[in-house]
């Protein structure tokens, strides 16, 4: 049933918004009990304002710490309406019911995310706000609690259209919304403790996001989806602004994280074109334009349609070769005013400005779930420089060496098995998710004949190229199909039983090949 709203406790730290709502309560003749600089707020908005202090007939003390932990607070927001016995204990007390509550808590998560000092995070930990919010949303069977000043407008309009009274849906929605509100604040507080004490696994995880967009369907159309922020300040997809196109969908969100997340592992200008979530083109070059090309050049066929991923600030020049080919997404750190009018005509390409390039060596977690819980690990983001180790009798030149290393970050974000052919700071062949190595290394081969033929070329690109393996070769054929296809140097990570057949099947061939000591692999 509707219950109406006689009076109200507004307590908020953000105050937008709070003098319109305070001028709307007051035309219906709610009673507003309010503390601190909310109170002063609503004053100074010409709103009458009870304080709580007078409300309970206790002061506000040690610093403001105990303000609303008070029965008369907690048996107003908490007593059952229609219960003998809790009205019973009202009159005995004397507790007044309160009949709406706005509340939002102290700025935790923004104080953590600045750098804050410990001390100065643990004040911004609210405790009569989640205590209030809690009691209210409990009691939500009369109870209205708005803790999101994006909801004011839906309050003042319930109130309008029920001559001051809320109905029980709109109640319960806001109920809802309390409580994940709530834990998402506790969510955020363990979270700072366990990275304070260094603690990655606690024994119990919690994480929150905010939903960010529902999405019209997830990875096909008959699953259902949202994207939520987690709020970490990682730059990426969550962080970057949609200037232009069409809503984003779940697989171009998952294949924009992707190609992004690659380009971050280069310091030159960096290009990554990706589809279904692995790179189909990657390169490095003098300037951007430069990158673009040669990236296309790997793979164009597959390139149509795909994410393509920048780690400069997007010029006119190479936005005006981007805009020949159909897109999905093209997202960058920035973009300059002439690249936006290139782009602006593929109307239905989704431009994304990240404002900053992920750091390929930053902390965090990725996660998946199973059936009945969550995998949680650190992120794939070691260096191989300080582990490389030749193997072979010839070491690899310097041209190989540059190369070696591209290779070797590309292959990080190749789905397994992953074989990454590459000349000259960029791929010519990519074997992808394969059930086994050598496969892997005769796709790449494959792909990068395709290329060629397509290209109208005369000489094999695996010619001279390098070969990335993401993990050890279990076997020398998978490095004999390599050095076959005109690959002088290889790295990967070793630790294979036949590492001594792969060794003597490189030095056979005159390879040069490098251990990492560690794998890559991106299931």
Known sequence: MSAPIRRALISVSDKTGIDDLGRALGAHGIEILSTGGSAAALRAAGVAVTEVSDFTGFPEIMDGRVKTLQPAIHGGL??????????????????????????????????????????????????????????????????????????????????????????????????????????????????????????????????????????????????????????DGRPGVASAAQIQGKELSFNNLNDTDAAFELVGEFEAPAVAIVKHANPCGVAVGETLAEAYAAALACDPISAFGGIIALNRRLDGATAAEIAKLFVEVVIAPDIDDDARAALAAKKNTRVLVAGAVPDPLGPGMTMRSLAGGYLLQSRDNRLTGDTIKVVSRRSPSNAEMADLRFAFAVCKHVKSNAIVFCRGGRTVGVGAGQMSRVDSARLAVWKAEEARTAAGETEARTIRSVVASDAFFPFADGLIACAEAGATAVIQPGGSMRDDDVIAAADERDMAMVFTGMRHFRH
């Not at 007390?93 to 953590?112: C, G, Q, S, W």
């Not at 999101?148 to 309050?155: H, S, V």
Request: charged share 25%; aromatic share 10%.
């Open 78 to 231: 908490l007593a059952v309406r229609d219960n003998p016995e809790h009205q019973r204990a009202m009159r005995e007390h004397n507790i007044a019911p309160i009949d709406l509550l706005v509340v939002n808590l102290y700025p935790f998560e923004a104080t953590a995310a600045s750098g804050a000092d410990f001390a100065a995070c643990i004040e911004n930990i609210d405790i009569g706000g989640p205590a209030l919010i809690r009691a209210a949303a409990k009691n939500h069977a009369s109870v209205t609690v708005v803790v999101d000043p994006a909801d004011y407008a839906r309050l003042v309009d319930e109130l309008r259209d029920g001559d001051g009274a809320t109905t029980p849906e709109f109640r319960k929605v806001l109920a809802a919304k309390a409580y994940a509100r709530t834990g998402a604040y506790d969510a955020a507080i363990a979270g700072w403790f366990n990275g304070a004490l260094r603690e990655p696994f606690p024994d119990r995880l919690v994480f929150a996001g905010v939903r960010r967009q529902a999405l019209r369907y997830g990875e096909n159309p008959h699953q259902a989806a949202a994207f939520y922020v987690s709020g």
